[in-house]
């Protein structure tokens, strides 16, 4: 593919600055237009390795303004739009879905809206939807999502994804706008933000802090480490059929608990006066409408497009470990600033027993 000029919102968060890595590490004929709001996810340290690199331009937008997101784009060739801009994480989607509303399902119908104005001039060639398994709601213990699984969201999070999903869908059958969706598990990996599971339990034993476990620790995840995901998303992009929706997993299920211990044997080998790490876990009130088990099938991405993960759970959780000792800045920075406040009043509500 010649000149490819990619569009990447939410470019500054978790799983948007690894798909940026990815592509520039590997891309050299490429050029990519971030545009994030900068919300408390978005952190453009997370693009520091590239902020002399003529390929990366960053626009701050907010996608819920159809006004700034109109103007402030038209003027700037884009070939191919990957949508990843979302407020992202469960337990705040409970404490207020309003965001949530505006920013999945508001702003990506106007991102919907600018792509088919590109497209309607011959511009854009492929509108790349990142949504997630969650839509597909919980499963008991046996089974996994397939592409055709019926939705059935649970929280005011996945219900604001499954309401995209909708729309990129219709936008396909309406306009004929050539989209792909991809639905892919639980992410980690650097970058991760510290409010989420593996990131939090890392820190918190590095802290010594309390390890909240919700329930009774027994929900199971399908763990997808980032790397493999952007690179899976890099493929489905290259090679995927429009109005097709791609699942992506690893078949890593862990129940959470199993997480935490991980962590925990982890961190004892790298930070010996703490052990052992578990004496810190903390069993807290459970979250409302907790899913229980979420297990992707990834077979047609496998059988289709040829897709395999290259990294192993057993070394990317190490990676990941690792990532976070070697960039005490990064997270100390966050963690001083206004997640703190956050986590401190509304959020901990929610983990109190
Ligand atoms: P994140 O919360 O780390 O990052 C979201 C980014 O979007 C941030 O940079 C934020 O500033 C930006 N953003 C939020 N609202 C915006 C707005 N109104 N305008 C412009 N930018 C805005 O999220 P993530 O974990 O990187 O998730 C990326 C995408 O992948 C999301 O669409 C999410 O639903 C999906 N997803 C994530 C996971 C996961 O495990 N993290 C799993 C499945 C799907
Ligand atoms: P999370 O990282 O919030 O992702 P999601 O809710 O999108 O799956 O949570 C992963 C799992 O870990 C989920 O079952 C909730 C649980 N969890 C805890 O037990 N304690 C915590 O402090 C957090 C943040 C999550």
Known sequence: MKDRRILVTGGAGFIGSNFVHTILESTENVSIIVVDKLTYAGNLKNLDKWKNDSRLQFIKLDITDKTEVFSKLENIPVTEIAHFAAE?????????????????????????????????????RLFLHV???????SLSAEGAFTETTPYAPNSPYSASKAGSDHL????????????????????????????????????????????????????????????????AIDLV??????????????????????????????????????????????????????DFRYAIDPAKIENELGWKPKYKFEEAIEQTVDWFLANRSWWEEILSGEYNKYYDSQYKELKDK
């Open 88 to 124: 992202s994480h469960v337990d705040r989607s409970i404490l207020g879905p309003e965001e949530f509303v505006k920013t999945n399902l508001m702003g990506s119908f106007y991102m919907l809206e600018f792509a088919r104005m590109l497209h309607a001039q011959n511009k854009l």
């Open 237 to 290: 992009m290259r090679t995927g059929k429009f109005g097709e929706t791609y699942n992506i997993g690893t078949r890593n299920e862990k129940n959470n608990l199993e997480i935490v211990y991980k962590i925990c044997e982890l961190m004892d080998e790298r930070n010996p006066k703490g052990a052992p790490h578990k004496k810190l876990i903390q069993f807290v009130k459970d979250r409302p409408g907790h």
């Open 168 to 231: 990129v869908r219709a936008y396909f059958h309406t306009y004929g706008l050539p989209v792909i969706t991809t639905n892919c598990s639980n992410n980690y990996g650097p970058f991760h933000f510290p409010e989420k599971l593996i990131p939090l339990m890392i820190l918190n034993c590095l802290q010594g802090k309390s390890l909240p476990v919700y329930g009774t620790g027994e929900n199971v995840r399908d763990w997808l480490y980032v790397k493999d995901h952007c690179l």
């Open 131 to 137: 949504s997630t398994d969650e839509v597909f709601g």
